[in-house]
């Protein structure tokens, strides 16, 4: 599985998709050092409501779409998918080598800036760093499970991917509860609100209930994905 999961990280990283999302994720540095040169006096509740609103909504699950979705998409757009198929590997190896590439790529590109951008806009306390790590990585590890199943089965997931973060995150989850207690974002932006003990959004679920569904999304997409390699005939 490892030599999976280092193939599929080679064929995601590419320069110019690393730099774009580094980019993407970089604002919120410039977002934090605006925030710091303010005078406002609330920098810190400033700082999380720039992470909810940007590094959450935006920053996180663009680069795991992006990441996770080329995981199969990219080997199924050039056709080269067949090759990694008949390998002598059980599918839920090459589902879960694709699964880890995708978090271990996204994660440092999502929670490294992001994180260091909370410190710097919120005067580097402590609570708001420990909660921007914590939320985003949920964020990632949700995204990109969900995300890397979007990529096998359909094409064209960056359009599909973007709709669904736009449309069903963005608008749906905000205004129905059911839609919320599947909404990646939406638990996300509750273990931020809750571990830094801000108002917490629309719909939230407790703490322990924010940190599970993310990962359960995930995992059952990454099973799915496993289950897809099995049935789909791609040679």
Known sequence: MSAVT?????TQLTRGRV??????SGLSLLFAIGIAAGSSGNEFFDTISMIDGFALTVAAPVVALVLASAAFGDLVDDGTLVYLW????PRWQLAAGAAIASVGTALPIVVIPITAAAAIGSGFDGTAIAATAAATTV???GYAG???ALGLKIRRALIWGLAYILIW???VSRGVSGAAKLSIQVHARTVLARLAETELPAHSSATITAFAVPVVVGAVAVALTARWLRTTEVA
Not at 6 to 10: D, E, M, S, Y
Not at 86 to 89: G, H, S
């Open 139 to 141: 964020a990632v590890i």
């Open 86 to 89: 008949l390998r002598p590997v």
């Open 146 to 148: 969900l995300f890397l």
């Open 19 to 24: 730099l774009a999302l580094l980019a993407v």
């Open 169 to 171: 995150e963005g608008f």
């Open 6 to 10: 280092a193939l599929i990280a080679r």
